[in-house]
């Protein structure tokens, strides 16, 4: 039943994508933050911009991996690589619009990047093949 693999799909996916959206809003308000407390330092607050990218790109794959291991499906090369690099692009290019006071990635990108990873999800077989 390929559908059952979906549905974690959809699940894992939504859950991951709020956790590193969470994390990149919450990273780049700490690098405004910092770049906000400098004088006149134009590097200040790079290193939290770049470490928050590099966590989120990181923590993304992994959290799909341990998302359907979880739920006892395995075979998930193809959702976590695709899945993770897809992240990393669509994440890369709405940096700006989430690093804004109050910003996020548009809520189409998200769907799209959901519906994707749930397409994705149904790559493998499932655990009762």
Do not use: Q
């Amino acid at each position: 039943m390929r559908y059952v693999r979906h549905v974690k799909g959809v699940v894992t996916v939504t859950v991951a994508t709020a956790a590193c959206h969470t994390l990149m809003s919450a990273g780049f308000a700490g690098a405004r933050e910092s770049a906000a407390e400098s004088d006149d330092d134009m590097w200040a607050g790079a290193f939290e911009f770049l470490l928050t990218t590099a966590a989120s790109w990181v923590l993304m794959p992994l959290l799909l991996w341990v998302g359907m291991r979880m739920m006892g499906e395995t075979h998930n090369a193809v959702f976590v690589a695709v899945g993770g690099l897809f992240w990393s692009g669509a994440s890369g290019y709405f940096t700006d619009d989430i690093d804004r006071v109050g910003g996020h990635i548009p809520f189409l990108a998200l769907a799209a990047y959901i519906l994707l990873g749930t397409g994705l999800a149904g790559a493998g077989p499932s655990h009762r093949d």
